[in-house]
């Protein structure tokens, strides 16, 4: 009988190894999954952030695309500017949407042509170290340093005849 006894305890020490075992293999697969999946969503964040702010000033751009529309100012007024213009008539009286960065995000303004306005006033968009507009006579170029330092451009041609005035 007590040759049963010890069978039966090495049989219950078997099960509890294997038991143990199994238990380790799975904490590791979740502890590796969870891994994986943190270190996806970060570089999905990052992919985001560094995307969008050009993604959005292309937008701006394709919508505003007529004829006299989309013009430039401030920066050094060669090359480079610092606002983005983006002028409509409406019921006879021309507005313009004023894309710019101020404060660390990118803003943007809808105002009367001509109007006399104070950075601060535009509403916040997206966080943003920088925002620049080049324009050489066909092709606007959009570059923007998002929040966390990473530089994306974007490149318009306008379609609407005239292109880009910028003045």
């Known amino acids: 009988m007590k040759r049963y006894v ?6 219950g020490l078997f099960v509890l190894l294997s038991f143990g075992v199994f238990a380790v293999c799975v904490l590791l697969v979740l502890l590796t999954g969870a891994d994986v999946c943190r270190s996806q969503t970060e570089r999905d964040q990052a992919a985001w952030s560094r995307r969008t702010g050009a993604q959005y000033l292309t937008a ?3 919508h505003a695309d007529e004829a006299g529309a989309i013009g ?9 500017y610092d606002t983005l213009d983006l002028r409509e008539e409406i019921d006879g ?3 313009v949407t004023r894309v710019y960065c101020y404060d660390g995000y990118i803003r943007e303004l809808f105002t009367v042509d001509g109007g006399v306005y104070a950075p601060e006033d535009g509403e916040p968009v997206l966080a943003a170290q920088e ?4 324009w050489d006579g066909e092709l606007v170029e959009a570059v923007c ?3 966390d330092g990473q530089v994306s451009r974007s490149y318009f041609a306008p ?5 880009a005035d910028p003045s």
């Not at 010890?6 to 049989?11: E, G, K, P, S, V």
């Not at 430039?72 to 480079?80: E, N, P, T, V």
Request: aromatic share 12%; no cysteine; charged share 30%.
């Open 6 to 11: 010890r069978q039966h305890h090495m049989d």
């Open 60 to 62: 701006k751009l394709r």
């Open 72 to 80: 430039f100012s401030g920066g050094d007024g060669a090359l480079w």
């Open 93 to 95: 009286e021309t507005y």
């Open 131 to 134: 925002l620049r507009f080049g």
């Open 145 to 147: 340093v998002d929040a």
């Open 159 to 163: 379609r609407s005849g005239e292109g």
